[in-house]
């Protein structure tokens, strides 16, 4: 499939933070557009308007869907993944009917997962247990196993870190979850587009993906709900998205994810996974061959990882100086700053990496329109601010 050049890209830095948000495609725009102006119709009316939304809204559902495995049916829009992560966790707690429901995640999970479990312990008494990870960030299924109880209402795990593009072992994972009776929540907001996902081999009941993490606007996200599964629903009144979240739908938003979802089947038919797993390799290597024995990669090191994704450190620098010395990049340290000290990544602290280590972090991540130029500008600018 031939990638037309993005206008936003062009004269600006090298854009390698595809995984904190990607540009949207301007086929996705197109494809939008007319639902922002002739077709306004509210997708509940029953007269000719509303029938050309409620199609578009059910063409949309019918391609995300595609892109994951799942059937139409099984498609709820909501307006971001931290809001389809919500309603996964609260909606199967809040359903179980437990006294004291168990849920169980995993230390390098999203904080709108995370988050979500802490206010479902306090409002709602939830016992929570978090799972610890390996040195490449990865879930033991057998400390799951053994993890969970009869009281166990909810395992989620996230399919691939936003940091270290780590993938999870979801299906080994699920399998353990659903042979307790629980249910199994996964975040695909960095995955969906850019792996392979079946949400049947996966064996997963819910699942999460998000627009601007795969060329859609933001604003706009889906969760996949296995048919039978019972959620309490986040939003009450019109009984729209199957009664689980109140609300005129954006038909336009939903199109843009649709046609996104459509943009990523095709893509992956065309090879693109091994392009850009192609393009990270090499700028790996060219860091690699410039400073020697500096370069420490973060994350699994073979094919348990996003193809576009490369978290490494450069030995004794830190990684927000390394990024300063390199204008012409636009990436992401896994650091935050608060009042003037810089905090380790809490990803790679849980992988249990020294906090000086974890500091000298930063993420490169690849997308749609990465060049091998590209790849070419980074590593020599990388290299030039490592020297220093």
Not at 74 to 103: D, K, M, Y
Request: proline share 7%; aromatic share 2%.
């Amino acid at each position: 499939m031939t990638t037309p050049p993005h206008p936003a890209l062009a004269g600006g830095p090298v854009y390698l933070d595809y995984n904190a948000t990607t540009p949207v495609d301007p086929r996705v725009v197109a494809a939008m557009v007319p639902h922002l102006t002739a077709h306004f119709g509210n997708p509940s009316s029953g007269h000719g308007y509303g029938t050309r939304a409620r199609g578009a809204l059910d063409g949309a559902r019918a391609r995300v869907a595609a892109l994951v495995g799942a059937r139409p049916g099984e498609i709820v829009f909501t307006g971001s993944g931290s809001e389809a992560n919500l309603l996964a966790l609260r909606g199967a707690v809040l359903a179980s009917g437990r006294p004291r429901p168990h849920v169980i995640t995993q230390a390098t999970e999203h904080p709108s997962v995370r988050e979500s479990c802490e206010d479902l312990r306090r409002w709602y008494g939830a016992r929570i247990t978090v799972l610890p990870v390996d040195g490449d960030g990865l879930v033991d299924p057998a400390a799951l196993a053994a993890a969970l109880t009869d009281e166990t209402v909810l395992v989620s795990v996230m399919a691939a870190n936003n940091e270290t593009g780590a993938l999870q072992p979801v299906p080994e994972l699920a399998a353990a979850a659903r042979a307790r009776g629980a249910l199994f929540h996964c975040d695909a907001a960095q995955a969906a587009g850019r792996i392979p996902l079946d949400v049947r081999a996966l064996g997963v009941d819910l699942l999460t993906v998000v627009g601007h993490k795969m060329y859609a606007p933001k604003g706009v996200a889906a969760l996949v709900v296995r048919e039978g599964v019972a959620l309490e629903p986040v939003v009450r009144g019109g009984g729209q998205e199957h009664g689980l979240r109140a609300g005129t739908e954006s038909v336009a938003l939903a199109v843009a994810l649709g046609a996104a979802a459509d943009l990523c089947v095709r893509e992956a038919a065309d090879g693109a996974p091994a392009r850009l797993a192609a393009l990270r390799d090499r700028l790996r290597r060219r860091l690699d061959e410039g400073l020697p024995g500096r370069v420490r990669l973060h994350g699994p090191a073979d094919a348990r990882r996003l193809p576009n994704t490369l978290n490494i450190g450069i030995e004794g620098i830190g990684g927000d100086v390394l990024l300063a010395g390199a204008p012409g990049i636009a990436a992401a340290t896994g650091s935050a700053c608060h009042s003037g000290v810089r905090a380790p990544s809490p990803v790679l602290t849980a992988m249990g990496l020294p906090g000086g280590r974890a500091l000298e972090s930063v993420r490169l991540s690849l997308g749609r329109w990465t060049t091998e130029a590209e790849v070419e500008t980074a590593a020599a600018a990388l290299l030039a601010a490592g020297a220093r």
